[in-house]
């Protein structure tokens, strides 16, 4: 026997043998017996926190998502809250999307929380990643948890963990949970059952207190109310967005908002749809099919959590184009700068941040404003982290990553959907009240005045406990022999994320990467041609990332398919030039 099956046939016996349900240990029994492959994926590691915090396939095992999991990474957290903060008073806040197991996982939490002597805030049903960040804040708590798996398959689940400040815990926390959560290896120490009279319940008031703080975002209600009949197609794709997002729409003054009422029934399974991510355009189909049958400006989605933002826009031809997640954010941030000049908003200080994958155009449309833009690692955390740094110094006005997530000011620490829909279309009115075009239109405008930024992304999926070690295998190679040039631009810099180094080629020298602290295991390679690629393993999902970014000037609007489809077309054969 393998060193690796005998630590998987220990892990197993251990639950056969410990203090776990009759249930689960059938399930056990199963695989022990009957599918062996399940077993050593099931056992051969425990879940770990990445950048979106506990994530995994649903089932029995410790490298699985169960009440047991759950129940561990719980009172791991609660024993460092008690650490943390002693002698305090320890305030928690718990929330849940619409996933299979999502409703029972978040009364677990608040169960062990209330054992553990904490004052509990959960919210009565399913609710926004953003307003559980919101929640904390408001209600003055130490931590939070978030039940969800974002935008994953419907086999997965997730534990999103939340600090004093509102946004996902970072170093040195996120080390020193897992340190605490490995202490407890036996179901008998984790507290259950005790005072829950500490649990209290958040309904629609708490709702009202959170989309209050997002209508003061609004910047141009005088257009909105110009343009208040401006058809909107918007789906939740089954998930908490359902009721919160259509209500800030109302709130802003829009009145014809139109929901894709089969992706309003609230399953797990997500039934529409292969995959709840707003990303792809097949998940999008059925509210862009609603919203040509409806001649719709705007076509707006969120993902299961609501904090992503999927955004497809009628052209001039009158189909609709699905939005990347870098235009997205563009188009938000752009309104956002765009009016605080205009409004005499904007002063010494003021910031805007991104992600090190992100586009580099808010780089540009920053330097236009006079507003600094910080980059930082992929995590909406470390966006956090940036404002929670800048805090009482300088004003945060926006930010974002490619990855479909945006948020506009600081009450919450997390991207939020609902608001980003909500600002979303009010960029749509103000365009068309004051600019008499599209938000499309607009767009192409941009990218003749700031240059015309083309972004790419290749998922290499490599599933179970071989595709990891590929991936890292990959990472190990690519470091190891980087490309010397791209489709015949020398590569002049690395950057190495994971040592905080980069290499100009060149000369040969290697100095510290500027303004970021933490290491991740990302790689990118700048070309002399101004090209970046850029090399990550998800920190939530199975794939290794290539992120491609590509630029040209547009002379016009009038030649932009052509400049669009020489940067896909260069995009595609970087991909060919790498075997992807």
């Excluded at 999927?310 to 031809?317: D, Y």
């Excluded at 002049?492 to 970021?516: A, M, R, W």
Aim: net charge negative; aromatic share 8%.
């Amino acid at each position: 026997m393998s060193n690796l099956d005998s630590l998987v046939q220990s892990k197993a016996q251990a639950w056969l043998d410990g203090d776990y349900d009759e249930a689960t240990k059938a399930q056990v029994r199963n695989l022990m017996e009957n599918d062996q492959n399940e077993l050593v994926e099931s056992f051969y590691k425990d879940l770990e926190f990445g950048t979106g915090g506990l994530r995994g396939i649903m089932g029995v095992g410790t490298n699985r998502m169960n009440n047991y999991t759950v129940g561990f990474a719980t009172q791991g957290l609660a024993n460092y809250l008690k650490i943390n903060f002693p002698g305090e008073e320890i305030r928690v806040a718990i929330a849940h999307d619409s996933r299979n197991n999502s409703r029972t996982f978040a009364e677990r939490v608040a169960d062990i929380f209330a054992a553990n002597g904490f004052k509990v805030f959960l919210f009565d049903a399913l609710r926004p990643t953003p307003e559980l960040s919101f929640a904390i804040r408001e209600l003055n708590c130490q931590s939070g948890v978030m039940v969800t798996a974002s935008h994953n398959p419907k086999e997965y689940n997730g534990y999103k963990a939340y600090w004093s400040d509102g946004s996902q815990v970072t170093s040195p926390h996120d080390v020193n949970i897992i340190k605490e959560v490995e202490k407890i290896t036996e179901v008998s120490q984790v507290l259950t059952g005790g005072n829950p009279e500490n649990i209290t319940i958040l309904g629609e008031e708490f709702d009202k207190i959170y989309l209050a703080a997002i209508k003061a975002l609004s910047l141009s209600p005088e257009c909105v109310a110009n343009n208040a009949d401006m058809k909107i197609v918007y789906t939740p794709l089954h998930g908490a967005g359902v009721k919160l997002v259509p209500q800030s729409l109302a709130n802003f003054g829009f009145k014809n908002v139109i929901t894709v009422k089969e992706q309003c029934v609230l399953d797990g399974n997500f039934p529409t749809v292969a995959s709840p991510n707003p990303e792809e355009r097949k998940t999008m189909q059925m509210a862009i099919d609603l919203a040509k049958a409806e001649g719709a400006d705007l076509v707006l989605a969120t993902d299961p959590d609501s904090d992503r933002l999927g955004v497809a826009l009628r052209t001039g031809k009158g189909d609709y184009v699905l939005l990347n997640g870098n235009q997205t954010l563009v188009l938000i941030m752009c309104y956002q700068l765009t009016r605080w000049a205009e409004l005499g908003l904007i002063k010494e200080g003021d910031y805007v941040v991104k992600t090190i994958v992100t586009s580099m155009m808010p780089d540009a449309v920053a330097a236009h404003y006079g507003v600094k833009c910080y980059n930082c690692l992929t995590g909406f955390k470390y966006i956090a982290k940036i404002i929670r740094e800048q805090e009482g110094k300088h004003t945060y006005i926006g930010g974002g990553e490619e990855s479909f997530g945006y948020l506009a000011g600081s009450y919450v620490r997390d991207k939020d959907g609902v608001s980003a829909c909500s600002l979303a279309a009010e960029a749509a009115a103000w365009c068309r009240d004051t600019k008499g075009m599209t938000l499309y239109e607009w767009l192409q405008d941009l990218y003749v005045k700031f240059g015309f930024y083309r972004e790419g992304l290749v998922n290499v999926v490599r599933k179970g406990k071989d595709g990891a070690e590929q991936i890292q295998n990959m990472m190990v190679e690519f470091r190891a022999n980087p490309p010397k040039a791209i489709l015949g631009s020398p590569v002049v810099q690395v950057y190495d994320y994971k040592t905080l180094e980069v290499l100009d080629t060149v000369s040969g020298e290697k100095s510290p990467i500027s303004g970021i602290e933490d290491k991740s295991n990302v790689l990118q390679w700048i070309t002399a041609d101004g090209t970046k690629v850029s090399v990550r393993p998800s920190g939530t999902e199975p794939k290794i990332k290539f992120y491609f970014g590509v630029k040209a000037t547009l002379p016009s609007v009038d030649q932009f398919d052509e400049v669009q489809a020489a940067l896909d077309k260069k995009m595609e054969d970087i991909k060919a030039e790498l075997n992807l």
